[in-house]
């Protein structure tokens, strides 16, 4: 079955980095377009960064351009999400997802890995 499951996230105060991590099984990876979403408490789900099934296409949303990187491995089926200069704001649960179209209307999901950006 698919599997997709993250790992990386923490606590890190204002200005710091993390990386995360999302192994992906159960399905053809390196055919499928990749991207991480978050959700902050009390608010929806939102869009962060995609990456198309080569790695050549990414995209940001405004808010993290600049400061995010996403990247994948199709050998080790895995994509990465680099966050630098963390802010407060990117306080949120932050999910993983593969859809291979890339229309993240009804995408695989995984089970979220918390990250929380001290002041």
């Known amino acids: 079955q698919v599997q997709l499951v993250e790992s990386g996230g923490g606590l890190v105060q204002a200005g710091g980095s993390l990386r995360l991590f999302c192994a992906a099984s159960g399905f053809t990876f390196s055919s499928y377009g990749m991207g991480w979403f978050r959700q902050a408490p009390g608010k929806e789900r939102e869009f962060v960064a995609t990456?198309?099934?080569?790695?050549?296409?990414?995209y940001y949303a405004d808010s993290v351009k600049g400061r995010f990187a996403i990247s994948r491995d199709n050998a080790k089926n895995t994509v990465y999400l680099q966050m630098n200069s963390l802010k407060p704001e990117d306080t949120a649960v932050y999910y993983c997802a593969a859809d291979l179209r890339m229309r993240w209307q009804n995408p695989y999901w995984g089970q979220g890995t918390q990250v929380t950006v001290s002041s």
């Open positions: 990456i198309d099934w080569s790695g050549r296409s990414t």
